[in-house]
């Protein structure tokens, strides 16, 4: 019984909630006792006997579907019901079997992956012996073996491993979508456990911890292991749904399993995005209840006097029913129109508005010109209910690295003691654009080359050849000081795990040029020199960290010499310089401002020899400040700062950071459509600065750019301020907040100020630290929609989500985010909708996106081209819905002020039945999917285009009341001028056609011909699909009228189908005809007719364009393609680290790292005060560059 | 194209050049620019006038004519005796006077006119049963509970026909006599068969089945008639015994529900066979001996004679000519007004430019 509710996804008795774990390995028994869940997991909803209830009662929870059984129940009584059951019924069963159809699906999909994932093997020591066992039958508390490149079958406590030091390598791209590795250590206790069966059989450790919860970086317990106790932490840990990597084997003990673990935990939250077009429909739906009880109020008011003044003398005809009178009369006949009027309550609306978000979805997912060759990769919709939104975006909250970048370094240039490399020159000392003809180095007399890497100056490896001591120094440099982990799959194929991509840039430079970095213990790196196999010992890695911009690594190298390298920010290095190293730097620092003109990140080299007996002395004290319990990290960069002095330059390196292609051109089209583009990167302000530049965001002709760098809230403030004075000088001081028609709402709505020209605004992380407090953040709201390119740098994921939130919050604008990285996650999840760029950093952010594709200037066409059409198809399709339900609604209220307010419809039920359903659902959806204004080449033409979807000009409460007038209008014509054409006329042979069949088949002809012509004039782009809707649906209204209407569906049918005869009898009337046609051209020459005078008057952009579309016959050339001009600028780049720390720690001691907290939103509690994360930091601003030469 | 492409190699997942995937498929965009609007405008209005005349001219060629005879001429008393339910019984006969100025030529059709009877109200409307009248058996015994109260009379007895539509049958009948002016009067012969649709009298009504042996008043037994009517369906029409039952042309034409509360039903067509009729409707004096039973005072309602020639348009209709014409003189005026616009604004283009 119990498993039989259970299997019904009702749990019986509330579960105990779980307060600790507590569990003891290799004791099923024990662990049994707690009933904790088993390793298989169950995504899906339903199974085979539940499906079809529990589906039911879902779809009966919603609004819709409970509205419609409302209705239902009315029609069910018989004093009330004005319609047949069958006009309810036949909708809702649609509706709810295209729901239960697609439910279906989506479950079945789940039943298998589930079938998938459970019946994985995993090795499982029980009784002594492993054993495969399937992934759904391990249980809490036993002991796994995994092997390499195995999946994490639940969440486990490392027990030992084959690697020295009891670590493991795993990846956790599924977990938190970075794809680089980590390491994880086993307890000493438990590593000596090896590999050896019976010990481990024997291991009977007990371990408590906490619940299962969903925080992947924090874990608490401990483990008693024969009676001594062990602290577990989150490093000892490995979680479901990382995968093992370059570690052989190792075994767990199972902890957490299937629904209990940390994966499991963290999935199926998703945030549910909802469109401004559906609050706005949710709006109009609340005003259209209230609009159908007006309406049936009116209705039944009529009713009561009707039945007072005349029904009482009708009485004769038609009595009432005992104790009936007016006023119950008049009660009853309110809830009858409200079954007759409730077509105007759009129920079939919320179907076909998915379906056709569908339509559109599929369309962004088979364009071709937004695949991806390279990677192979088409754009997706991964969320398929937000398309139109796409056609009002204003905002755009982009990341720089990995999306405006293509987040590959290259290593490009080089300065080695006073001599750029890099440069290729022609015979006659001009320097030669690099492009794909030009000849590359051969690096062939070098086994192990990167085949990938690329340089074209051959001056560089003749100087290595020719053995330039200098020269080879900076590659060892390059090949020693880092903290890349090298992977050796096969002899001489090296794969290098970098923390960062600049690093890996680098060390593969120094690869290519025969410094090769082969591999490292935490005591020793083995390179090749010049194919000389050389092992250094490392003796301390002085790592990176964001105050010191630097890091440096002290070796002796096989002779016993020692020495310190570093690499670091110029400006850090040229610091800490010997004297004798003054006049190199001079011309480094020319070479530096060379390379930053082009965007390049440089890096500064330097080394210096160690005597032995004082780096004895300085290691004592380091060991001493490292193993301090306070200010360690103080303690630490001051040791380092006092070795890291009198350094001797070796040169500066330079990586480019490649812009992905079209990005210029996307930036400038963007902003073309009035869209304001934000970039928030982590990268340092001059990086982004310069990327900015590079990317046409920020631009020479703007008017001015501001620098906000400042150290306090006030002085931000300030900063802020002035520059808002700047753009606007009449802008005041309290920002113009839009006022809330509801009081008491929250929420206040900045309106956009004037400016007059282009600006651009640069804050730096600090200040953007203070400027997002409370205080402050209206502030700087106002300065930054006032300009036309923000960019913010040093900013954490938080401040990311802060900011989108903010501009969110107090703007009436559609935002969107797009990134890349694990870090742009809490933006992309924050924005109205995210954009997922599937590259290069793994797939969380595609993963929690709403679109993805490859390459950023996939943004263009998917906002100009299919936002656009999405939101003009959507609107279009809106107006014309509530347009025609209106339209056929109201009559029905006309014809009550006929019938004595009787609920009497107008039309056949058949036809109330069968109008949204048959005759005109597929018109509308043909319209609504492949309706263009203008095709996708004038719609990047024309960015302008854009503009009408940012301003809600198609859809908005002002267009609805327009709608509601237009169908009152449609409605009185279809209503009178049938009733006055047929009131006293008879058939050409005398007969009736005055009667109320006749009157209902005329009415609803009329009706159905007006709402078809008004979707013509609708249409702009008439495809084959269209016509055969149009024309087929127009078709099946006659081919169903006449047969519903025969002599042999009345003799099987005879109380469902009484219009026997109608049809034939009145349809071959030529004053039935007329009275069509009059109807039809009153109906739709005045839409025709405002419209042209609109166009002539007041033309749009969009008629313009149109126009310009007509007078060019032939398609417009494409685009010329803009090459972004080269920059000569004395700006600085940025130097080229952009990680936070690297593998120091575990390089040197063989400590794991910690590992960098960029994973989920959620995990960013930690720093609720932004100021706390950021260091305080100077920088300069580009004025003061530019006057000091 | 179109062709599912392999599932592995470098270009798998790229999506097929097919247009209707790239939303390029073939269409025709028209727009409303000064060449398609205004031609179009003035050719409907155009089409709109010519209409509007031709219409006209035809429905003034239509002559109509309508006799109230409420309580009109001697109906007074009928009217006056029928105000109460008492005297349901009493049969009263009188006559109306009137003249009718001009020739009805060809054929002439004779209604019988309401006012103000909503046979139009939805529980009226649905009083009825359709699957008694196609002359089902069972459901002759078994009234539709939509019928009621009509459904069963005094002690469980089945009405037929049941229903509030039936039971409320305009049972008021007409003699039309002719005055000429030089000889003596004529009783105006009409057509009492053949007024009601072709569908309705062959499909959608039927008696029960009957044979030689059979008769329609053995098929009738166990019913009674409605609560109103002075006789058995079976015995509506005492001169042709093929014309009782459901399929009683009266019947029929009553039972084909009006959709305004002002309506006319037919009641008969001239016969041109005789005399002089054989043109249509001589202009003169007329009178017509009504004997009338249909009660109109309970509802205010008005009772009326309504003779009226026929056209391939109908009946005497003003509407539809006048609002041709209306619509046509709008859309010509809207025309001229659009040209105007276009050719000061819009002519060159100028209004296009950015």
Redesign the interface.
């Known amino acids: 019984m119990g498993s039989l509710l259970s299997a019904c996804g009702i749990d019986v008795k509330k579960k105990k909630v779980e307060e600790e774990r507590h569990l003891r390995a290799n004791d099923r028994e024990f662990n049994l006792s707690f009933k904790y869940a088993n390793n298989a997991i169950k995504t899906s909803k339903y199974n085979v006997f539940t499906f079809l209830p529990l589906n039911l009662f879902e779809q009966f929870q919603r609004l819709a579907n409970a509205y419609f059984v409302f209705l239902l129940i009315l029609q069910l009584i018989p004093q009330i019901s004005?319609l047949s059951w069958f006009t309810t019924v036949v909708p809702l069963l649609l509706v709810l079997s295209i729901t239960l159809a697609k439910d279906l699906s989506d479950d079945i999909t789940r039943h298998k992956n589930d079938n998938h994932v459970n019946n994985r093997k995993v090795d499982v020591l029980i009784d002594g012996e492993l054993k495969s066992e399937k992934w759904m039958n391990v249980q809490v508390g036993d002991i796994i073996k995994l092997e390499n490149n195995q999946f994490v079958t639940a969440d486990l406590l490392l027990l030992s491993s084959s690697e020295p030091l009891n670590l493991v390598y795993i990846e956790t791209a599924e977990l938190d979508g970075e794809t680089n590795l980590k390491v994880k250590q086993a307890l000493t206790i438990t590593g000596d456990l090896g590999n050896d069966i019976q010990k481990l059989a024997a291991f009977n450790g007990e371990m408590r911890c906490d619940p299962p919860n969903n925080r992947l970086d924090k874990f608490t317990g401990t483990l008693t292991v024969g009676g001594e106790l062990f602290s577990v932490d989150n490093e000892r840990i490995l979680l479901r749904g990382c995968t093992l990597r370059n570690t052989e084997w190792c075994f767990g003990l199972v902890v957490f399993g299937g629904p209990d673990t940390k994966l499991m935990q963290n999935s199926g939250k998703s945030i549910f995005k909802r469109t401004s077009i559906d609050h706005l429909m949710n709006a109009l739906v609340i005003f259209i209840f209230g609009f159908l009880a007006f309406m049936c109020t009116i209705l039944s008011i009529g009713n009561a006097i009707w039945e007072y003044q005349?029904g009482n003398?009708?009485?004769?005809?038609?009595?009432r029913a005992d104790g009936a009178n007016a006023s119950l009369s008049a009660f009853l006949t309110f809830w009858?129109y409200v079954i007759i009027l409730n077509t105007v309550v759009p129920i079939s609306l919320y179907v076909s508005v998915e379906i056709l978000r569908l339509g559109n979805s599929y369309?962004i997912?088979?364009?071709?010109?937004m695949?991806y060759?390279k990677s192979?990769?088409?754009a997706q919709a991964r969320t398929t209910t937000l398309n139109e939104e796409l056609g009002q975006i204003k905002y755009i909250f982009s990341d720089k690295t990995g999306t405006l970048t293509q987040n590959i370094m290259t290593f490009n240039m080089c300065s080695i003691n006073g001599k750029s490399y890099g440069e290729v020159v022609d015979f006659a000392g001009q320097r030669v654009e690099v492009t794909e003809k030009t000849e590359k180095v051969d690096f062939s007399w070098n086994s192990l080359a990167d085949p990938k890497f690329y340089f074209h100056d051959h001056k560089l490896v003749e100087a290595v050849k020719l053995g330039s001591p200098e020269v080879r120094a900076f590659f060892r440099l390059l090949a020693l000081c880092h903290t890349v982990m090298p992977e050796e799959k096969t002899e001489g194929e090296l794969y290098y795990q970098a923390q960062s991509p600049d690093e890996g840039a680098l060390v593969t430079a120094a690869r290519n040029f025969g410094f090769v970095f082969r591999s490292r213990t935490p005591e020793t790196i083995s390179v090749v020199e010049m194919g000389v196999p050389t092992t250094y010992e490392l003796l301390a890695v002085l790592d990176f960290n964001n105050v010191r911009k630097r890091m440096s690594v002290i070796v002796r190298n096989p002779e016993g010499k020692l020495t310190l390298y570093c690499k670091g920010a110029d400006t850090i290095i040229f610091e800490r310089l010997h004297p004798s190293s003054t006049k190199l730097m001079e011309v480094t620092t020319e070479h530096l401002n060379e390379y930053a003109g082009e965007g390049l990140r440089t890096l500064a080299l330097a080394y210096k020899d160690l005597d032995e007996d004082k780096f004895e002395e300085w290691r004592e004290r380091h060991h001493e400040a490292s193993t301090s319990m306070d200010d360690r990290e103080e303690k630490l960069d001051a040791i380092y700062e006092e070795i890291e002095k009198d350094l001797l330059l070796l040169g500066a390196s330079a990586v480019e950071d490649k812009l992905q292609d079209g990005v210029p051109q996307t930036i400038e089209q963007l902003a073309k459509a009035d869209i304001k583009i934000w970039v928030l990167t982590g990268d340092k302000q001059e990086t982004a600065e310069n990327i900015g530049y590079s990317c046409n965001m920020l631009r020479e002709e703007m008017k001015e750019i501001f620098i906000v760098a400042a150290n306090t809230a006030d002085a931000v403030r300030e900063e802020l301020v002035n520059a808002r004075k700047k753009m606007s000088p009449e802008s005041g001081d309290e920002p113009p907040i839009e006022k809330s028609r509801f009081p008491g709402k929250k929420s206040q709505v900045v309106e956009d100020e004037k400016v007059d020209g282009e600006y651009g605004l640069v804050i730096n992380g600090h200040s953007l630290a203070f400027a997002l407090q409370k205080d402050m953040e209206l502030e700087l709201l106002r300065t930054a929609c006032m300009c036309q390119a923000v960019i913010c740098c040093r900013v954490t994921p938080l401040q990311k989500a802060q900011v989108v939130e903010l501009v969110k919050k107090h703007k009436k604008a559609v935002t969107l985010a797009i990134g890349d990285g694990a870090n742009d996650v809490s933006m992309i999840k924050t924005a109205h909708i995210g954009v997922g760029i599937s590259g290069q950093e793994g797939m969380q952010a595609v993963l929690s996106s709403d679109f993805s594709f490859a390459q950023f200037r996939y943004l263009q066409r998917l906002l100009l081209v299919h936002g656009r059409?999405s939101y003009l198809r959507m609107c279009k399709f809106l107006r014309y819905f509530f347009y025609k339900n209106f339209t056929f609604t109201f009559v029905h209220f006309w014809y009550g002020f006929?019938?004595?307010f009787?609920?009497?419809t107008v039309y056949d039920e058949w036809f109330i039945t069968l109008y949204n359903l048959v005759y005109t659902a597929l018109p509308v959806i043909g319209l609504s999917l492949?309706d263009?204004d203008v095709?996708?080449r004038w719609s990047f033409q024309y960015p302008q285009l854009y503009a009408p979807g940012q301003l809600n000009q198609y859809f908005s409460k002002m267009a609805f009341a327009r709608i509601l007038l237009h169908s009152c209008y449609s409605s009185l014509i279809l209503f009178f001028?049938p009733?006055?054409?047929?009131?006293?006329?008879?058939?050409?042979?005398?007969?009736?056609?005055?009667?109320?069949?006749?009157?209902?088949l005329l009415a609803q002809t009329c009706l159905l011909i007006a709402v078809s012509v008004q979707l013509g004039l609708e249409t702009?782009?008439?495809?084959?699909?269209?016509h055969f809707f149009l024309w087929g649906s127009l078709s099946v209204y006659f081919a169903v009228t006449f047969t519903m209407y025969s002599?042999g569906m009345?003799?099987i049918f005879?109380?469902f189908v009484?219009f026997?005869?109608t049809a034939?009898?009145s349809l071959n009337?030529?004053?039935v005809w007329?009275?069509i046609f009059?109807t039809t051209?009153?109906c739709s020459?005045p839409v025709?007719?405002k419209?042209?005078?609109f166009?002539?008057?007041k033309?749009t952009?969009n008629?313009?364009v149109?126009?310009?579309v007509?007078?060019a016959e032939a398609v417009p050339a494409p685009l010329p393609r803009k090459f972004p001009r080269r920059r000569i600028s004395t700006r600085r780049s940025g130097y080229a680290f952009s990680h936070a720390r690297g593998y120091g720690d575990l390089v040197t001691s063989g400590r794991f790292l910690r590992i960098p907290v960029k994973t989920r939103p959620a995990l960013f509690s930690h720093s609720e005060t932004p100021v706390a994360d950021s260091i305080p930091q100077t920088y300069r601003t580009i004025f003061e560059e530019t006057q000091s030469p | 194209m179109g062709k599912k492409q392999a599932d592995t190699g470098?270009?798998?997942?790229?999506?097929?050049?097919s247009a209707f995937?790239?939303?390029?498929?073939?269409?025709?965009?028209?727009?409303?620019?000064?060449q398609t609007?205004l031609p179009?405008?003035y050719i409907?209005s155009l089409v709109?006038l010519f209409?509007g005349v031709w219409?006209l001219i035809t429905v003034q060629k239509t002559h109509e004519l309508k006799v109230d005879y409420t309580n009109a001429g001697t109906c007074e008393q009928c009217f006056e005796l029928r105000k109460h339910?008492i005297n349901t019984g009493t049969p009263c006969t009188c006559s109306v006077q009137f003249y009718i100025p001009q020739n009805f030529l060809g054929?002439v059709?004779f209604?019988y006119g309401l006012r103000?009877f909503?046979?139009?109200?939805?529980?009226?409307?649905d009083?009825r049963?359709?699957?008694q009248m196609?002359g089902?058996k069972n459901n002759l015994k078994a009234p539709?509970s939509y019928c009621a109260?009509f459904d069963y009379g005094a002690n469980k007895v089945p009405v037929a026909p049941c229903g509030?539509v039936a039971?409320?049958m305009f049972n008021d009948s007409f003699t039309v006599i002719y005055y000429p002016t030089n000889e003596p009067e004529v009783q105006v012969p009409l057509y009492r068969k053949g007024?009601?649709?072709?569908?309705?009298k062959n499909?959608?009504f039927r008696n029960p089945p009957t044979n030689n042996t059979f008769t329609l008043r053995q098929a009738f037994e166990g019913t009674i008639r409605p609560l109103y009517w002075q006789r058995p369906v079976y015995e509506l029409d005492d001169t042709d015994s093929n014309n009782n039952g459901f399929i009683n042309d009266d019947l029929i034409?009553w039972m084909?529900?009006?959709?305004?509360?002002?309506?006319?039903?037919?009641y008969g067509?001239l016969n041109r066979a005789q005399g002089p009729f054989n043109q249509g409707l001589p202009s003169g004096n007329y009178s017509i001996s009504i004997i009338y039973n249909f009660?109109v005072e309970?509802?205010?309602g008005q009772k009326e004679l309504v003779i009226?020639m026929?056209?391939?348009?109908?009946?005497?209709?003003y509407?539809?000519p006048i609002?041709?014409l209306v619509?046509g003189g709008l859309?010509l005026v809207?025309a001229i007004g659009?040209t105007m616009?276009?050719v000061k604004?819009?002519k060159k283009?100028k209004?296009?430019?950015?």
């Open positions: 004005s005349e003398s009708f009485i004769v005809f038609l009595p009858s369309f997912d088979w364009d071709r010109k695949y060759v192979d990769t088409p059409w006929f019938c004595g009787s609920a009497q492949f263009q095709n996708d001028v009733w006055a054409a047929m009131c006293d006329t008879v058939r050409d042979d005398g007969k009736d056609i005055a009667d109320y069949q006749s009157f209902a702009y782009y008439w495809t084959a699909v269209n002599n009345y003799l005879t109380s009484p026997i005869g034939r009898n009337q030529p004053n007329l009275t009059l051209i009153l020459l025709v007719a419209r042209f005078l166009i002539q008057l033309p952009i008629d313009k149109r126009h310009k007509r007078q | 470098p270009l798998s997942r790229r999506p097929d050049n995937k790239q939303q390029r498929l073939p269409a025709w965009s028209p727009s409303l620019t000064a609007v179009t405008f409907l709109c209409l219409l339910a054929d059709f209604y103000n909503h046979q139009n109200l939805r529980r009226y409307m009083s049963d359709d699957a196609v089902r539709s109260p509030a039971n409320s007024i009601a649709w072709y569908t309705d499909v959608k034409v084909r529900e009006a959709a305004f509360p002002n309506f006319k039903k037919l067509v009660p309970p509802f205010q009226s026929v056209t391939w348009f109908g009946g005497q209709n509407f539809l609002a041709y619509t859309i809207a659009l616009v276009f604004v819009g283009g209004n296009m430019e950015e």
